[in-house]
């Protein structure tokens, strides 16, 4: 472990890791955007906190990316190296709570009662841990003050470690509830079983987040055996390294709210033939329940300029004598009747390309872009 945190090379890790995970929000997030803005219904409060929350990381990784080449070090650092992580750092925690909080205004769109209090709750605790440890950040270790300080105020060391294992053991339990409310809220409406799994995983791979918290506190932890070291060490690499997880932290529930909507844009149903009278539900057809003679299609034949048509008996006749015209005349009724079917907006199970009618779940489901198969009852 010793040979890991106290390597060389971390002003490119902190490049490289950086760049790499602003660009991945940047991909995923303006899909999100693009998808949500022209498949679906437009973007909602929980596209604005995601938007607010990759300015902030982006921010932050760009200040952290530069930080190790602008004197940046824990041993013999800059005023100004230390000024650009702590602002880094500060933007992380922002960006965070912000991330949290656009999840959180998904699920409080599709649940109800306890589940919103609980939600609303969590969002509070998120906001106030985060502005407490970004005002932490600021703030010097009395017992290890240094020439470079940027505040005139210190902290004790025990409080300073209790307060980040705190912060880690709260997020671990947050994003723990969060990856769990999902499976809560599904098992509350109606989702074929078959498609059930597939969302709520989507929706749950938030709580990737809480696993990385606590590898950042592992490694966190470890930093103040070599702090506290007679001989003082060069553990850079190991910081850059726990910030460089730290903003992973935000890629993660930014990455993990895209995925739900790209994976309901991917497997869109096939839209139902123009030519097709029946149509279909959710992407299955329909079936007409006509008997056999009734089902035919109209054969129609030109043959000296005479329409034939076949009735149900089997007999052809021509298009234009009365049995023809009748004939055609209850056909084109029948038809007319299954596409009512269809389209009648008096039909729970009206579903063509995704669209609800009556059906509030169905309806909000399906304009977030999470499911289309989303039911308050079995349809």
């Known amino acids: 472990m010793d040979s890991f945190m106290m390597r060389s090379g971390y002003a490119e890790l902190a490049k490289t890791v950086h760049s790499t995970f602003g660009s991945l929000t940047t991909v995923f997030l303006f899909t999100r955007l693009w998808a949500r803005s022209t498949q679906y219904k437009g973007l909602w409060w929980d596209d604005y906190l995601l938007i607010a929350a990759w300015a902030f990381q982006l921010c932050g990784n760009g200040l952290s990316a530069a930080s190790p080449a602008h004197g940046f070090n824990i041993l013999n650092g800059t005023t100004h190296g230390w000024t650009l992580t702590f602002s880094a750092l500060t933007t992380f925690y922002i960006a965070t709570a912000l991330a949290k909080s656009a999840f959180a205004a998904t699920l409080l769109r599709i649940s109800g009662g306890k589940t919103k209090t609980l939600l609303w709750f969590l969002v509070l605790l998120v906001w106030a841990c985060s502005i407490t440890l970004a005002v932490v950040t600021w703030l010097d270790i009395c017992e290890q003050r240094i020439d470079y300080s940027l505040s005139s105020r ?56 809480g696993i990385l918290c606590l590898v950042r506190a592992v490694i966190g932890g470890y930093t103040q055996e070599l702090a506290s070291r007679e001989n003082k060490v060069d553990w850079t690499y190991g910081a ?50 006509a008997d056999e003679g009734k089902s035919l299609a109209v054969e129609t034949g030109r043959e000296a300029s005479i329409e034939l048509v076949q009735l149900p008996s089997g007999k052809i006749v021509a298009a234009d004598s009365e049995e023809g015209k009748e004939f055609k005349a209850s056909a084109e009724e029948e038809n007319a009747g299954q596409a009512r079917v269809v389209d009648s907006p008096g039909t729970p ?23 289309r198969r989303a039911w308050s009852q079995s349809p």
């Open 154 to 209: 210190c902290l004790p060391l025990g409080s300073v470690i209790w307060l980040h294992l705190g912060y880690c053991i709260f997020t671990v339990c947050t994003d723990t509830v969060l990856a769990y409310l999902p499976w809560r809220i599904i098992n509350t409406i109606y989702i074929p079983k078959r498609e059930k799994y597939g969302v709520a995983l989507s929706l749950s791979l938030v709580g990737l987040s």
């Open 240 to 289: 850059v390294t726990i910030y460089c997880i730290q903003q992973a932290e935000v890629a993660v529930f930014i990455i993990a709210q895209t995925i739900p909507v790209l994976r309901v844009l991917l497997n869109r149903e096939p839209k139902s033939s123009q030519g097709d009278p029946v149509g279909s539900i959710a992407g299955f057809p329909l079936d007409s329940g």
């Open 349 to 371: 199970e009206q579903a063509v390309g995704g669209v609800a009618n009556d059906d509030e779940v169905h309806r909000i489901w399906a304009d977030m872009g999470l499911s």
